[in-house]
Structures are given as C-alpha cells and as structure tokens.
C-alpha cells in the first residue's frame, strides 16, 4: 500500500487486484518521484491463452499531458519479488488498443481504448509474460496523487479484454498560471549559391554570445496552482492561490553557423536580434518574496536547442533557450507566537484552503 494518505483522492477498492479474462492487474503503488508521482502497476498471468502483448490505460487528455517517463521489469515467476524498474521507451501517448473491448466488457463494451500504451511487449530482453508470471509497469506522472476508475485493454495473441482499474485524475485549475519556457528560433539566410550548411553540424558547433540590455523590476500577481494539503487525517487537492513573481529582461544575442561551399570555408554565418525572457518564481501566499540573483555574463548561458534546415528556401532555424540563474528563498518574516492550537496541517502548505478541487469530469 502506498505511504500516504489517501482519503478522499482514491476510490474504495482502487489498490485491490483486478481480474481481466486470464490475467490480473493490480495497482500496487504510488509513490513520490522527483517533482511528481511514479504510478505502479502489476500485471499476473493466472491462465490466459497467449503472453502480453500490449496493454492501454484509458487516460485521458489533459491528464495525458502529465505522464513522463515509464519504467517496466523483466518478467519474473509470480512466487519471487520483482526485479528492478527500468525505463522502456516501446510507449504511446495517446495509444489505442488495437481492437474493441468485447461487447461483455465491464468498460468501453465494443470500443477501442484510447489513452496511455505499453506496446511490443516481450520483443526486448524483458521476456514474454507467460502463465505464471508477473511484470511490473510504472509511469511517472506530474500532479499530485488523485485517482479516478478507466479501463484497461489488454491484447494477448487473437484477444482483447478490457476491465476497471484505477488511473491517474488531474486538475485543472481555472487560472492556472501560465508561464511556458521562453524558446527563440534564429533563421540564418544562407545564399542560394556558394555556401551550404556542413552535412555533419550538430547543436556544439554553434556559436553564440549576448549582452544583457534591459532588466525590468520584479512584479507580482496572484495566480492560481495545485496544491497538496493535509488537514486532520486527510490529504485534500485544491486549486489554491499562489504567488507570482516576475521579472523580465532583453538580450541582444548572436549566433554563429558554420557553412562551407565552392566559395570557400569553412566560415560563419551570423544571426542577430534582440529578445525579452520573462523569469518565474513562485510562493505561497504568506510567504516571503523570492531573491531574483543580478544577471551577469557568468550567471547567464545560451543553450541551443536544435538546428533545422529548409531545403526548399536554403534558411537553416537554430531554436535555443537563455539560461537564467534560478531564484532562491527569501528572508523568512519573523514568526508571531500564536495560542497553542492542536492540528495536523503541514506548515509547508500555509495558505487558506477554502474552496474544493475541480476535478476533470
């Protein structure tokens, strides 16, 4: 069983195994995994006619957006303790299993299941999941821990059976602050004639240098994120008021491309123009401002991305990202002594939480 309290965010039942014609699926875990949550399941061949082949997970979008990595284990006798996770990258997101669930399913009768695939399985070194053997599968997915019951489809030889398990909710907060990572695209005008980009230039052979123009002072607003809260034995998921601070700032950047042709080389081609990166930090209400670090030429990086070539126009795109110093915690505001009030409240979770999730539906 998992390690937290699961009032309230998992359905009765959801860690208890679930047969599904042959096989039995259980979700085994849930655990705390970088900044998100690895969602374990195991999957028992009791009797079922032919190995698994691929396995969907009716996930759906937005939730979707949230998976990471997923992990898997070589096949093991049902009897022993599992092996260690690995990553497997043979996964789809979206996936649909390859034929409808049957018309008797207890889900999606007559449907094909769309939503998070394990595909090609036992095609690598894992094995084939044969009768009396178990495998492990896991994703990582990055909100915090609330279930909802989906189907699963799985695909054995000629078969497909479909049953309820328990998956990954997600919420969606009616603002949620919006702050994606600031990317910049540089088109370099190569000549029709002479010059061409050299056939082995990878991301290192760019050049680059900036100067830093204008930082603009820090702001902020308030904004609304996911939060995770315990009060009094239970574990709530809200959309919560949150702080944002920000500033932003303008670079004036050029890059260098390497080209070579009949006209000589190899020389460079260059790229200039001026950008503005907008710089995020956040906090909860209550707690003190963040410290945004003055940018220096040694504090700042420029980290190029990818480099796409046109050859209907000869324009080579460098896509590249400026690296700012992370902020860091502020001076903590002096406590105030309060009476003695017995509560089970994280302190890391401080802000009033008086409205309730808004789950997906």
Known sequence: MPHFNLLQEFPEGCFEPVPIDGFVVTLVDVERFGSGYRWIYRIDNVDAPNA?????????????????????????????????????????????????????????????????????LGLGDQGELDPGESQLFAFVFNQPPIAIEACAALKFGQNEACGLICVPDCIECPNACECGEDTFDCVFDFPETCFVLPEDVTVDDVLSGFCIGDVSPVSSETCQGVAEVFVCDQTLICCTDVQRYFRTATFQVQLNLPKVGDCGGPVFECCFQEVTVTQNCFTCIGDPAPVFPVLTCDNVSIEINSITENPQTGDVTVNYTIVLPECTEGTPTPTVQQPTTLRNTQTANTPAMNRPARRRR
């Open 52 to 120: 698994l082949s691929d396995w969907v997970l009716a996930i759906e979008e937005p939730c979707r957006e949230f998976i990471g990595d997923a992990y898997i284990t070589p096949t093991f006798p049902s009897d022993e303790e599992p092996p260690e996770l690995v990553l497997y990258e043979d996964v789809e997101n979206p996936g649909t299993a390859p034929d409808p669930c049957p018309d008797d399913a207890l889900c999606s009768p007559g449907e094909q299941v769309v939503g998070f695939k394990f595909d090609d």
